[in-house]
């Protein structure tokens, strides 16, 4: 399984770069994990969004930061699936807010398909099982499984025990670092600080830590130090075009 990180940053992309997107491939199929601002641009760069080359689109919750794009990917895959016989673009996505998820469907393009922490399907050999999060609007985890190699990837979320063991023993553990610990504060909008992203990468014993969502302003080198003093594996920051092979 390959992950490329198209963009990781939150709440708005910097000049070039793009919101949180995650590209995973394995077995020639393509598996998008959210889809922020400037994550269509960013995917050009390894497939033609207009080729129906996405196998799905997941997403973790329903931010705007999360899924804005895919408002537009609409019209890419619209493209795809004219004179062809292209299906239309399963979107996994929770089923709440309401108001958020009824501005998704577009001419049939999309197959939205609903998921709560239940769920566990398998898209092209990868296996998909879900986790809800603590955050203001229902989010859900992700653990992807491919050939024994495992990557989960928090979506947003306020520190929780119960991620430890969604989280446990995962290859790659791709997790939100919003914030140092001394700039959390009250912490309404629930993120998780690069401390406690270094705490669950250490008690889930994960083989490396990517931490991603990361403020669009700044070298995130903060963050990195906060993250390597609480867990002894391999942490890096996300980058577009961060890409390699679980
Ligand atoms: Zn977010």
Redesign the pocket.
């Known amino acids: 399984m390959k992950l490329t990180v198209l963009g990781c940053h ?2 708005y992309p910097p000049v070039d770069g793009a ?2 997107g995650y590209l995973l491939t394995h077995a020639g199929a393509n598996v998008l994990l959210d889809c ?1 601002s400037g994550v269509v641009s960013k995917l050009g760069q390894y497939l033609d969004p207009k080729g129906g080359k996405l196998a799905a689109v997941v997403l973790s ?1 329903l ?1 705007a ?2 899924f804005c794009d895919l408002l537009v990917l609409r019209y890419a895959h619209m493209l795809a699936m004219q004179g062809t016989k292209v299906s239309p673009l399963a979107v996994y996505c929770p089923e709440e807010p309401e108001a958020e998820r009824a501005v998704l469907p577009f001419r049939q393009i999309l197959a939205l398909q609903t998921i709560d922490e239940r769920s566990h399907f398998s898209l092209a050999d990868m296996t998909f099982s879900f986790y809800r999060t603590k955050h203001i609007y229902p989010c859900y985890a992700v653990r992807v499984e491919a050939e024994g190699s495992s990557l989960v990837y928090t ?2 979320t306020a520190w929780d025990e119960g991620l430890v063991e969604f989280a446990a023993l995962a290859d790659v553990l791709l997790v ?1 670092a ?1 914030f140092t610990e001394q700039n959390k504060g009250e912490n309404p909008a629930q ?1 998780m600080s690069a401390r406690e992203c270094g705490v669950l990468a250490e008690q889930a014993m994960v083989g490396k830590l990517i931490l991603t ?1 990361l403020p669009p302003i700044g070298d995130g080198a903060e963050l990195l130090a906060e993250a390597r003093a609480t867990f002894s594996g391999e942490t890096i920051l996300a980058f577009s075009g961060l890409c390699f092979e679980l």
């Open positions: 939150s709440p919101g949180p922020g919750h931010h930061d999360h979506g947003d939100e919003c993120h969502h």
